[in-house]
């Protein structure tokens, strides 16, 4: 069973950057869909970015242009590098995976395996 662990959350000024990283159990992390998702105060979840098993990547359109989702095969591990944070940006962080589909989704339901999640904080 596939088991997924985020880092790198923290409080962190307006402008600033961050990198998430989730580190993946499972031999076969080469062929997941791994996405990051997001969930502000009072809202519901929302998706962030996603790279496919051949690394196409999709992002949401709030952040794309600052944010960057990237994999490393021989780490397991996907990364979130976040750039000219916002405050609307404040949000706990979920990595999720689909393992051994082809293509990707963002809608929630796509996603088998999730992390416990990070927290980010924008502050001004």
């Known amino acids: 069973q596939v088991q997924l662990v985020e880092s790198g959350g923290g409080l962190v000024q307006a402008g600033g950057s961050l990198r998430l990283s989730c580190a993946a159990s499972?031999?076969?992390?080469?062929?997941?869909?791994m996405a990051w998702f997001r969930q502000a105060p009072g809202k519901e979840r929302e998706f962030v970015a996603v790279?496919?098993?051949?690394?196409?990547?999709y992002y949401t359109n709030a952040v794309k242009g600052r944010f960057t989702i990237s994999r490393d095969n021989a780490k397991n591990t996907v990364y979130l590098q976040m750039n000219s944070l916002k405050l609307e940006d404040t949000a706990v962080y979920y990595c999720?995976?689909?393992?051994?589909?082809?293509?990707?989704?963002?809608?929630?339901?796509?996603?088998?395996?999730w992390g416990q999640g990070t927290q980010v904080t924008v502050s001004s």
């Open positions: 999720a995976a689909n393992p051994g589909s082809m293509g990707w989704r963002t809608n929630e339901s796509w996603y088998d395996t």
């Open positions: 499972g031999r076969t992390f080469s062929t997941y869909a």
């Open positions: 790279i496919s098993r051949a690394s196409t990547t």
